[in-house]
């Protein structure tokens, strides 16, 4: 086994059990965060660029979200041309027009903008797709199912951040934000769904731990009228590095593989560099390239590798 001194922790491998035969469950989950999701756009691209489709399901948060209905349409490159290109204009991203009323970020126009300039084709192949979203009135995680009929409004709502995009979206009379805000990383919910083997896409390097806002008063003004929403942000954190703590240290029977971002990604939420962003769709090739080179490589307990 290599040892944890001399790898990077770009990939990492977590088994709970030695008995990984047969009648395994795959699932693949990948997280959101803005511009952060260029990361995850590499890795998918280079799925499908080596034809890997091994995934019985695939839960998405925002833009985790988006990027895996290009896995399912087979459209590599759709969701790096919609964050390199769409969404480094001002009518996805403005702060002017935040500060007059509007949206900071127009989730609704650029996917939809997106559609119109770069078509979703059709979805192929047999892989369940569902995008996470925060219920306004009780504050849980739905895990809305994404067809070629709901993809529209469960994209949006997967995507709309409280407050930068100033309306929760409605789906099937309900009312959605940003499925970030209740369930980040949607891990603990594909074991529920029956997954015993998971692949994870996180957006931040691994080590990294949210950490507990000091602001609840803001929350409390911004989000009075929601009590349910105001919960899930309050508790957003914890949420979240539950998430972590469970694919550190998965249940017993439960393969967890990660493929995260090295610590020299730069990315931030609302990044609008584009060597930055450039750099992240590379690192998340890179990742890709070597999470299918372990997988398939004659060392089944190897639980770390690094991305040369």
Known sequence: ???????????????????????????IVVEGGAMRGIFASGVIDHFLEQGYHEFDFGIGVSAGATNLTGYLSRQPGRARTAIMEYARQKEFFSPVRFVRGGHMTDVHWLWHYTHQQLPLAEFVGDMELYATATHVETGQAHYLPVTGNTVHDAMVATCAIPYFYRSPVTVNSERYVDGGVA?????????????????????????????????????????????????????RTAQYNESLDFIASPPEGCRVRVIAPPPEFAVSRLCMNEKKLVDGYEMGVAAASTYLEELYAPQPDLRIVSVA
Not at 1 to 27: F, I, L, P, R
Not at 198 to 215: A, M, Y
Not at 226 to 235: I, P, Q, S, T
């Open 1 to 27: 086994m290599a040892s944890d001194d001399t790898v990077s922790n770009s990939v990492k491998d977590s088994v709970a059990s030695n008995d990984t035969a047969g009648g395994s469950k795959k699932a």
């Open 183 to 235: 369930d980040s990383i949607p891990v603990r919910q594909a074991w529920n769904m029956g997954a015993d083997d998971i692949t994870v896409v996180l957006s931040q390097p691994l080590g990294f731990r949210k950490k507990d806002s000091q602001s609840h008063w803001l929350l409390e003004k911004m989000f009075a009228g929601e009590a349910g929403l105001m919960n899930a942000m309050k508790f």
